[in-house]
């Protein structure tokens, strides 16, 4: 990649906001700063080897005591992907995630504390971690890693993908679907494919560094004019590819309240049944 | 990278178990199969343009509705990481994570969701959404896939780097300490540093892929002899590193105790207390 390449995706980014002043380079940086969410692909299925790729780099992230507390469901199935499409959407406000249907496979991606607690029934043990909020916390982050290694591992092999947090809208119904057992649920979905060259997606832009970067202890002034500033940046972005236009303090304002969840609000008592008791 | 050395990556990650029959290499690929977590570093700090990478990679990730719910406190002030160590272990099992005080940097990954809490109230919006556990795992789900695109990237340019679960052994001090505001909590710590050539860490050993990878739906039947495949592979691992021997299963059914907890017990408290209510 040129420099000029490099300062591109620096632009595509952060746009007219403040850039970071020093990088490293390399292919791998490259690469994740290239990240874009897929939702539009080619009908091929995945290449030969391509999930098993995806699996090696996911199970290559860090794990929590090297517990394993994770698993991926890979749906391939029409019909499954149909009625998940159903199940992302419970009809508060936006539309379905109709893109599931496109994706050749969409991966489940599942917080997995059942094999583990099979290990310590069988072996007569305790299993009252599993009652409380770290537990659950501690594999659903372990999942998020392993997931992200796969998205990357994705990216590089020419596959574009789009995670799903709207698996969780309806996780009962989607846990019952693909058959968990209790101590599982859905953290996420993810669709994967070859993304289609005539609808491509753009690189959404962030904040400028110093939102999110904090030394030694947290600042909670908020660097003046950051939010002015990434307001160009997201309408620039919006501008670009043709989307209606919105502020973005606006989109926060809406994702903060219950429309928002549409059936998230849920999730407690969907995780509950699945055994994770949160105390 | 060689045929043989790639041969060599999954023998470290799969050990004796069966191994993907096919593999899509690439030097992404193999960068993230020769993941290893870092505890032991020279006492260099971090290269000049390293973090402004490392947030850069971070910030690439996905985002759930474009949100942007989690920042990141640099640590490099001696002080503030020793009281990190100590706040690593609150006396039950285990021992302090000395090593933070080795590390250049230490990295603290927040689940943030105070700037756009702000954002809504000053617009007199709502902010119940908040009181949902969705909420607080969202956040938590991004700090992770941004924390891991951080880890690739730093890995990429020679740093080392491990995952800190104990940041949430004692919740409540750790906020305090970096004067976090509400509705912020530190979802785990990282290390940060170049590794220490002559004390090496290992490659550790992952299942293989049928254990965690099932197709269209969830097979609750594990592949037969999985847990003994592993149970070698695990042992190899420790005979290779002088480590002290015990079984996986052992330490599997450790963890699902309450002494291994060291604290995390009183998460729930720590994270309402900053203003999550889970429901």
Chains 1, 2 share one sequence.
Not at 22 to 45: C, K, Y
Not at 102 to 113: F, H, I, M, R
Request: aromatic fraction near 8%; proline fraction near 5%.
């Amino acid at each position: 990649m040129t420099a000029r390449d490099r300062e591109e995706l620096l632009n595509d980014r952060y746009g007219d906001q403040p850039k970071p002043k020093q990088m490293i380079w390399n292919d791998h940086v490259e690469r994740l700063l290239a990240h874009r969410s897929v939702r539009n692909f080619l009908s091929e299925p995945l290449p030969e080897g391509a999930l098993e790729t995806l699996v090696a780099a996911a199970q290559s992230a860090s794990a929590s005591s090297n517990l394993h507390q994770w698993s991926v469901v890979a749906v391939s199935d029409p019909e499954i992907k149909a009625q998940l499409a159903e199940l992302s959407y419970s009809g508060s406000v936006g539309s379905k995630a109709t893109y599931i249907n496109e994706a050749p496979v969409v991966l489940l991606w599942v917080a997995d504390t059942s094999r583990n607690h099979e290990i310590s029934t069988n072996g007569g043990g305790s299993t009252e971690v599993y009652d409380y909020l770290d537990a659950f916390l501690m594999a659903s982050i372990d999942t998020a890693l392993a997931a992200q290694n796969a998205a990357t591992a994705a990216e590089s092999i020419g596959l574009g993908v789009c995670f799903l947090g709207v698996m969780r809208n309806q996780s009962a119904k989607v846990a019952e679907l693909i058959g968990l057992p209790k101590y599982a649920y859905v953290t996420f979905g993810m669709c994967i494919g070859i993304p289609d060259p005539v609808r491509p997606s753009g690189v959404r832009p962030r904040p400028r560094q110093d939102v999110v970067l904090h030394h030694n202890s947290y600042n909670s002034e908020r660097p003046t004019g950051w939010l002015e500033d990434y307001e160009k940046a997201f309408l620039q972005f919006r501008e670009l590819l043709g989307m209606k236009q919105k502020t973005w303090a606006g989109s926060v304002r809406f994702a903060t309240t219950m429309p928002y969840m549409d059936g998230r609000e849920n999730l407690r008592d969907a995780v509950e049944e699945r055994g994770y008791l949160l105390r």
